[in-house]
């Protein structure tokens, strides 16, 4: 199956393996191509999907309404219910993480485990919210390629490969417009999530790049700390996109995360 139809849209699915099913879930402003790697390392234990979640990579556009993490999470429970599966390992990397944090609260009866990756529970701070009001302006104003310059520097460690660099490039600049402008508003409008945190009592893994200037590992720390079952892994060598930086390593520490599931 590539593309599901799911809470009236049409959404773009990899799928790799078999067994109880996984959701990868991406970042902003990417696409389900950044877990390559680990679909392929995970797909002997797993039954991996990673989607483009509604307005991204080959999924159905939007309109130019809020993309928000509610939604984002419902399209999860809805590609769960489309494979007739009751529940799912839920990894998502930064807004995919703010997105599995949704997922947590919403359908908790629906998570088997959860991975968070370069992310963080809390909200927006008033200075961050007024930083995402910028970036869509000067998105409109100055194009994608200037957004994706700005945020490359944020994104990746100092370390990373030009490979990784291009790969980033590549999902930004492939990212439509009004995709961008919902996500920075759905992003900046999405609640604390910390409390969550302590009421997911299943297997939890929290990583982070060790380099990561946007989610930095005292955040991660601190989910960790919250969350009842978790174990944290900090990423050597990577910044913000500990998975396309680090896919190794990332792949070895979401092994060992669905192995103890
Ligand atoms: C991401 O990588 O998804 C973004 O950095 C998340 C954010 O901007 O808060």
Known sequence: MAYAEVNGVRLHIRQQGGGPVALFVHGFPLDSSMWIEQIDALS???????????????????????????????????????????????????????VALAFAE???????????????????SEEAKAGRDAMAERLVEDGRVAVAEAMQIGLLGPDASVAAQARVRSMVEGCRYETIVGALSGMRDRPDR???LSVVTVPAAVIVGEQDTVTPPAEAQVMANELPDAVLTVIAGAGHMTPIEEPAATSAALRNHIERV
């Open 44 to 98: 002997d234990l797993r039954r991996c999907i990673s989607l483009d979640l509604r307005g991204f990579g080959k999924s159905s556009p939007v309109t130019g309404a809020p993309l928000t993490m509610d939604q984002h999470a419902d399209d999860l429970a809805g590609v769960l219910d489309l494979v007739s599966e009751e529940e799912a390992d839920v990894i998502g990397l930064s807004m995919g993480g703010y």
């Open 106 to 124: 919403r359908h908790p009866d629906r998570l088997r485990s959860l991975a968070l990756i370069d992310t963080k529970s809390g909200a927006d």
């Open 194 to 196: 910390t409390a969550v």
